[in-house]
């Protein structure tokens, strides 16, 4: 593998943070545009989300810092200007950790509220969370050797599934943490309206699962043989078990039984979503353990 096991970890937890504080933030943008009971309630829901989006954002830096190995190397990477993509992609994590935790402490402590600091942080989030989501296939569309990283296909595939797997962790959080003056029927309502999100989510990020696949089946060799180890190699059962079935098929049929399964409707809710993250995962995983090494061809003129 080009990048090892904690890089696959750094890149998910830094896309599921990113998702989730860009789900809260918009939904809180939304409500401040057209308010309605509707949004309030979800507003009210996403802000356990709100306090857990640093929390994994901070332990994907640890992540990041883990793999370049010393305290020296992660500040050598901060330290220089943003040139590269591991040098902006560690800027861009630090300012979310920044934002997201600045917004999460107004919200836990009332008495440090300021509206114009809160929303200015809440807007800069969401130009981090943005960043970070596109990051992530950034970097590895940089190693120019692998074929198969190399369109922007990858791009659109890293940004949906991290707006995925954030919206799966908002509805757990909605699920799990009682809200603040938010009653059970309450907080079921902010959750399902965030897991309808969740399941145009998945459309989104099964049509550009799709695309990436087609776009690096119809490229050279070597990016059609990585399709190729996803698809009918060793990768298969992780690509086909983890990544469209838990991550995809399983979330949607349980939107489908949704109507059907009545007071089960919190598992179900709960039980999607760990799908979706567990999928989220796999994806990445089976992207950087699919990578096959284009050979290097020295020209002379």
């Known amino acids: ?97 920044a934002t997201s935790g600045a917004v999460a402490v107004m919200g836990l402590v009332p008495r440090l509220r300021a509206p114009v600091a809160a929303w200015g942080c809440v807007v800069a989030g969401l130009v981090a969370a943005v960043g970070v989501m596109a990051y992530s296939a950034l970097l590895l569309a940089d190693a120019v050797a692998v074929d198969f990283w190399r369109t922007p296909w990858l791009t659109v595939l890293f940004v949906a599934s991290s707006l995925s797997c954030g919206t799966a962790l908002s509805v757990a959080a909605a699920v799990l943490v009682p809200g603040h003056g938010l009653d059970e029927r309450t907080r079921e309502a902010a959750a399902g309206a965030l897991w309808r999100l969740g399941r145009a989510l998945a459309y989104v990020e099964l049509a550009a699962l799709a695309l990436f696949l087609v776009s690096r089946g119809l490229s050279t060799e070597w990016a059609r043989a990585s399709c190729a180890l996803l698809l009918t190699g060793a990768l298969a059962p ?64």
Do not use: K
């Not at 890089?7 to 830094?14: H, P, S, T």
């Not at 809180?28 to 857990?52: H, K, M, N, S, Y």
């Open 1 to 97: 593998m080009v990048f090892g096991g904690l890089i696959v970890g750094y890149l998910f937890l830094a896309g599921t943070g990113a998702g989730a504080f860009a789900v809260a933030a918009g939904a809180c943008l939304w409500d401040a545009w057209r308010p309605t009971p509707r949004t309030e309630i979800v507003v009210r829901g996403v802000q356990p989300a709100f306090a857990l989006a640093p929390l994994v954002v901070i332990a994907a830096a640890l992540m990041l810092l883990a793999d370049l190995g010393s305290l020296d190397a992660a500040a050598r990477v901060l330290l220089q200007p943003p040139r590269t993509v591991m040098a902006l992609g560690a800027w861009l994590v630090t300012a979310l950790a």
């Open 238 to 301: 992780a690509f086909w078990g983890g990544v469209v079935g838990a991550g995809i098929v399983v979330p949607l049929g349980l939107h489908g039984a949704g109507r059907r399964i009545g007071r089960a409707r919190p598992a179900a809710m709960l039980a999607s979503a760990c799908g979706v993250l567990v999928g989220g995962l796999a994806l990445r995983w089976c992207v950087v353990a699919a990578a096959v090494m284009a050979p290097l061809v020295l020209s002379f003129v």
